[in-house]
């Protein structure tokens, strides 16, 4: 079985650089041991993914509104490619709107999450996240069924 | 097309276990919650090679006690969750202390120090996990589904979903059917 | 009413008449025959009565004859035998008048052939009594023989004649009878006859007056009726026309001329003249469309325009159906609406909602901008401020940290505004999806929702049996969150709110939209607090957007929660009202509609 002790490796794209610092200020003060990669926006995270060698990440957390490349562009080609079957996808926006949850929902996002406006806040989800993600993975649960949204 | 399957987790691991045993010619038997009485010793490499195969399945052998009895813990409560056609009404705490002949207290300080939750947490995405089933695969109604869970109210089986997905029952329905759809659209 | 109704069928009318035409026959056919043996009765009582008077003429000629005889032997005086061949002479004529009357009477011949031969006899008595008294020596024994027999004679040929005289009175007096008889017949037959025939000229005449005034009746009607209709076409704007298939006929009505800016019947209506009034463009579609239908007999249902003499288009609709009238010929019958007006006000309305879309469109953009865009960077200062709050407070100055409060403050006061902006939005446009929703279960998870608020204020909250509504459900719930935050809210300082929510019966006295509403059509739910209330008098105010009663920093609304609250509720189609007691509470109800 997956000891906690294993890291998680997660990656997350945020064309905004102080989410992305935020994010990553959180997940070093959960102290949880994972691999976080960050990437300026969609294009890029896309590119590095489009590497056939890529080590497949366990999370990936998509902005929705970036530029070159939307989250929900990301989201659908993932999807699309059934090397990242097993990959948890978290939508990561400021839209709270019920549009926007399903939606992504319908397209194979597991997780979605409203930005927090506090930090210890943000720290709370990240760790629920983390946590819910890891049971999915390390408990058999079924992915196709796997919605959380916070 | 897309298929959709049902599936029992615990008999596809035995299959799966038997399967890989046999092939290395290794003497067993499958006991009941994750144990394997290996009757010979083994080589090491072909326990290397067993290793190997299983952790494809994601399988691992547990070497540490501890973990074998986190491990114990999750499958009774799977079994218990999984096997019976309606919970029985006995708590589980009670269940898991007589099953397994630990104390609960001492059992719920070993789930939490070595897993991100908390007994109760993992009963909990466990039931609603059995919940999603009953309602996507055996299309129950959330009354049907609160009874057969031993909730005492569909109120309450509704917000306890809520708070594990985030979503409304019918929501994830509606999500679960409108993926599907979507799906079989694309293929 | 029965008789009545038989009476007027005429059907019964004319089995009547032909049986009294036939008992009126029958009866004049006896009559007839009755005035037949009427007739004959007469002639025959005539000819007796003429055969008495002569045989008695021919009695009294030989009395004459005898007496100028006997006249003769006693005074021996030549003249009185003068006019002797004279009266046989008459005899003979009378006889034969006899004959003549007798002709078809065998027996009475006989008799007349009988008194013709004692007639013979009596003149040979006649002349050998006159020999015996003209010899120049008279036997006077063998003339008073002669005249002795000669008396005889006459005796016998008087009881004869008045024998059959007598026979023939008889026989007159049974005519008689009979006729009597036959004559009272006929005045029965005739009277009964002249009855039945006024019976039926009455039956008739009435008959005929009550169809005729019926006819009159329907007529006048049908007049009637044609007035009001040319006077409705004139009114509503239509025209109807007519096309008969058989003859191929057109008729128009007056107001399918005045439709084309004419006169009525100011020309002969014809296919070929009404394309004149076609627009151009509209002619090709519209005569194939309509020629067609003649073949297929399927109704039509046309838009197009006329172009009037003095230029104007008017906009018609033209629908049209097959029937046949009541000579069993097939025609077509249609109408005409002049679709002008609808015409000009749809335009007016296209571009109206045009108009009012770009402006939705513009709305929902600025929308965007509130819910997105402002809320980015004031998430972030939310964001900085907290990662502050945590870590860098010690380093701050006492006055510096009571700015930052400040600045904390005011940046979440922001936040809710633009929140409520959001939903205040989204309450005019967004999916209005009715779904029926278990009030009690929706209610019951914003109390959940709302956990960590109404344990902060150790509030007390009572929910009670809430109806299935078809809602929009999340504006319900936007609706209920609103009214419980607002009661804890403002909720009284040294009291722990107690807020119950429940379903109430419906006051008989409710109006709304000046109609008096009962529990048939509407659910009334109330959320009642134990708050700090308000004056009555601003029961109406507190709906209305951005109207705050509370201004203090204590109480942090944005003037949008009620304004939410009403809108939902209108679209809901149902109302709320509250009263307000200041110290008290304030009891919300809300209205909705059993019939979404």
């Known amino acids: ?150 | 097309m897309k298929l959709y399957i049902k599936y029992d987790g615990i008999v596809a691991c035995r299959v799966i276990l038997q399967e890989q045993l046999e092939r290395l010619d290794i003497k067993h038997k499958l006991l009941d919650l994750g144990e394997i009485e290996i009757s010979d010793s083994v080589s090491d490499e072909s326990f290397a090679e067993l290793q190997t195969e299983l952790n494809r399945y994601s399988i691992f052998i547990v070497d540490n006690e501890k973990s074998q009895l986190i491990q114990k813990i999750k499958d009774t409560i799977v079994e218990m969750i999984y096997q019976n056609d309606k919970l029985p009404t006995i708590t589980i705490s009670q269940y898991l202390a007589e099953k397994l002949n630990f104390s609960y207290g001492y059992l719920t300080n070993i789930f939490s120090e070595h897993t991100y939750s908390s007994i109760e947490n993992f009963i909990i995405i466990q039931k609603i996990e059995r919940a999603k089933k009953l309602i996507i695969e055996d299309q129950l109604t959330l009354t049907e589904v609160s009874y057969k869970l031993n909730y005492s109210s569909v109120a309450y089986l509704s917000s306890q979903f809520k708070k594990v997905t985030g979503l409304t029952p019918s929501a994830f329905k509606r999500i679960v059917d409108k993926r599907r759809n979507l799906s079989n659209l694309k293929k | 009413m029965k008789l009545a109704k038989f009476y007027k069928n005429s059907q019964v009318f004319k089995i009547a008449l032909s049986i009294a035409i036939a008992v009126v026959c029958y009866i004049a056919s006896v009559f007839y025959t009755q005035m037949r043996n009427l007739d004959s009765s007469v002639n025959l009582i005539a000819n007796a009565t003429e055969t008495q008077l002569e045989l008695e003429k021919v009695l009294s000629i030989i009395s004459i004859y005898e007496t100028n005889l006997r006249s003769y032997i006693i005074t021996k005086d030549e003249s009185y035998l003068e006019n002797r061949f004279l009266r046989r002479g008459e005899i003979e004529t009378n006889l034969k008048r006899i004959n003549v009357l007798v002709a078809n009477n065998p027996a009475r011949v006989k008799d007349v052939k009988r008194l013709n031969e004692l007639i013979d006899y009596r003149f040979t008595l006649f002349r050998e009594t006159l020999l015996l008294a003209k010899s120049k020596s008279p036997n006077i024994e063998a003339l008073k023989a002669k005249l002795q027999q000669s008396n005889n004679f006459t005796e016998l040929m008087k009881n004869y004649v008045y024998k059959t005289i007598n026979a023939e009175g008889d026989k007159v007096k049974i005519h008689n009878d009979n006729h009597q008889f036959e004559l009272q017949d006929s005045i029965i037959s005739a009277f009964l006859l002249v009855i039945l025939s006024l019976l039926i000229l009455l039956l008739s005449f009435n008959k005929m007056n009550v169809d005729i005034n019926e006819l009159k009746r329907a007529n006048d009607e049908l007049q009637f009726l044609n007035h009001s209709f040319n006077n409705a076409e004139k009114i509503a704007g239509f025209g109807h026309w007519k096309i008969n298939l058989e003859t191929n006929t057109y008729s128009f009505s007056d107001n399918f001329f005045r439709l084309l800016g004419m006169e009525p019947q100011s020309f002969v209506p014809s296919l070929e003249n009404i394309s004149k009034y076609l627009h151009p463009d509209d002619i090709d579609y519209v005569t194939q469309m309509h020629l067609e239908s003649l073949q297929s007999y399927k109704p039509t249902s046309l838009m197009y325009r006329f172009v009037l003499p003095n230029g104007d288009l008017r906009y018609v609709m033209s629908a049209g159906s097959f029937t046949r009238n009541g000579k069993g010929q097939m025609v077509k019958t249609g109408v005409n609406y002049d679709m002008t007006e609808q015409h000009k006000r749809t335009i007016e309305l296209e571009e109206n909602n045009k108009e009012l879309i770009s402006i939705n469109e513009e709305l929902e953009s600025f929308n965007n901008i509130v819910s997105h865009d402002l809320q980015e960077p004031l998430r972030k200062i939310q964001m900085f401020i907290s990662r502050i709050e945590s870590t860098e407070m010690d380093s701050i100055s006492e006055k510096g940290r009571l700015y930052f409060n400040k600045i904390r403050i005011s940046a979440n006061r922001m936040q809710t505004l633009l929140i409520d902006l959001v939903n205040y939005s989204r309450t005019i446009k967004g999916d209005k999806v009715f779904e029926d929703t278990n009030l009690t279960e929706l209610v019951h998870h914003i109390i959940e929702d709302l956990s960590s608020d109404i344990d902060d204020k150790k509030a007390k909250i009572d929910l009670g049996n809430l109806p299935t509504v078809k809602v929009i459900s999340f504006q319900m719930e936007q609706l209920f969150i609103n009214l419980i935050s607002n009661s804890l809210k403002y909720s009284q300082e040294d009291i722990a709110p107690e807020i119950s929510i429940f379903s109430k019966k419906i006051d008989q006295n409710e109006v709304f939209d000046n109609e008096i509403i009962t529990d048939e059509d509407y659910y009334k739910i109330v959320v009642k607090d134990n708050g700090i209330g308000f004056k009555q008098e601003y029961a109406e105010k507190v709906f209305v957007l951005f109207q705050r009663l509370e201004t203090g920093a204590k109480y942090s609304g944005t003037g949008l929660g009620l304004a939410i609250c009403k809108r939902i509720v209108d679209n809901h189609n149902g109302f709320i009202k509250v009263v307000s007691e200041p110290n008290i509470g304030s009891t919300f109800s809300i209205f909705l509609p059993k019939k979404a």
């Open chain 1, 1 to 150: 079985m997956i000891s906690h002790k294993d890291s998680m490796r997660i990656l997350i794209a945020d064309d905004d650089e102080d989410d992305r610092t935020f994010f990553s200020d959180a997940m070093m003060e959960l102290k949880m041991n994972n691999k976080l990669t960050l990437f300026n926006d969609g294009k890029e995270l896309m590119d590095y993914l489009a590497n056939p060698d890529v080590i497949l990440p366990h999370l990936l957390f998509l902005d929705l509104n970036m530029p070159r490349k939307s989250g929900f562009e990301c989201l659908k080609e993932i999807r699309a490619d059934l090397r990242f079957k097993d990959v948890s996808i978290a939508i990561y926006s400021t839209s709270s709107s019920e549009k926007d949850i399903e939606e992504t929902f319908i397209e194979g996002a597991n997780i979605y999450i409203n930005k927090p406006n506090d930090f210890t806040e943000l720290k709370k989800v990240v760790k629920e996240v983390l946590n819910i993600n890891w049971q999915f993975h390390s408990s058999g649960l079924n992915k196709e069924t796997f919605f959380f949204s916070i």
